[in-house]
């Protein structure tokens, strides 16, 4: 058991990232990400936009996953090194499960650009949360693939934007809790 998530405020203050390349099997099942992914739905949404949306590469879709993230380095920065190609290969094939979050700004008079921006994040938070709720652990990243316009034309399309690659699966070792910032520094009364 990762941690107690036996209360909802229990469920939060236990909630920790975990790293992709320690995530191991097993990940959710097709019903338990269904699951994660409609409470990641359940985000903030002025407007109702939903400037957000989900792609799921799954164990299969992989290799190919990995074909594409080396064809477009190769296309934007040359050969890859050694440990550059050994770190492109975990990119790809790290933890059970893998969801692309694409931010997908919408038109619109009312909503500005901030405000979606801000709910994309929230559904990806919601998303751990859902992951940590059934007892897997999640962990989003980014990195240069998030920013090659090869890797965004093979999930979306502009002007949405990869929000980040979120891996989700059982935690292989202990999750590491990380310095947290006084309140002190970051709360205060007006």
Same mark, same amino acid.
């Given at each position: 058991? +990762?941690?107690? /998530?036996?209360? @909802?405020l229990?469920l939060?203050?236990? $909630? $920790? =990232?975990? /790293? ?5 099997? @097993? *990940?959710? =099942?097709?019903?338990?990400?269904? /699951? ?12 109702? +936009?939903?400037?957000? &949306?989900?792609?799921?590469?799954? $164990? ?13 380095? &190769? ?15 975990r ?11 694409? !931010? =997908?700004?919408? %038109?619109?008079?009312?909503?500005p ?7 994309? *994040? ?5 998303? %751990?949360? *859902? ?15 998030? !920013?090659? @316009?090869?890797? +965004? ?9 990869i929000? *980040?690659?979120? !891996?989700i ?5 202990? #999750? %590491?809790?990380?310095? /947290? @910032?006084? #309140? %002190?520094?970051?709360?205060? $009364?007006?």
């Amino acid at each position: 058991m +990762l941690n107690d /998530r036996t209360t @909802p405020l229990s469920l939060l203050e236990t $909630r $920790r =990232s975990g /790293r992709p390349r320690d995530l191991i099997e @097993p *990940g959710p =099942s097709p019903d338990e990400l269904q /699951r994660i992914l409609t409470i990641a739905a359940r985000t903030p949404d002025h407007g109702k +936009l939903t400037p957000w &949306r989900f792609v799921h590469v799954p $164990r299969e879709r992989r290799e190919a996953f990995s074909d594409l993230l080396f064809a477009a380095y &190769r296309a934007e920065t040359g050969e890859p090194t050694e440990a550059t190609a050994e770190a492109i290969g975990r990119l790809a094939f790290q933890a059970p499960d893998l969801v692309v979050a694409l !931010y =997908s700004p919408r %038109e619109s008079a009312k909503i500005p650009d901030w405000e979606q921006l801000l709910s994309c *994040g929230a559904a990806v938070m919601n998303l %751990e949360h *859902g992951a940590h709720a059934l007892g897997y652990a999640a962990g989003w990243i980014t990195g240069w693939a998030a !920013y090659s @316009p090869m890797v +965004l034309d093979a999930f979306g399309q502009a002007p949405e934007r990869i929000a *980040g690659f979120i !891996y989700i699966g059982t935690p292989g070792m202990a #999750l %590491e809790e990380r310095a /947290r @910032p006084e #309140l %002190e520094a970051v709360v205060s $009364r007006w």
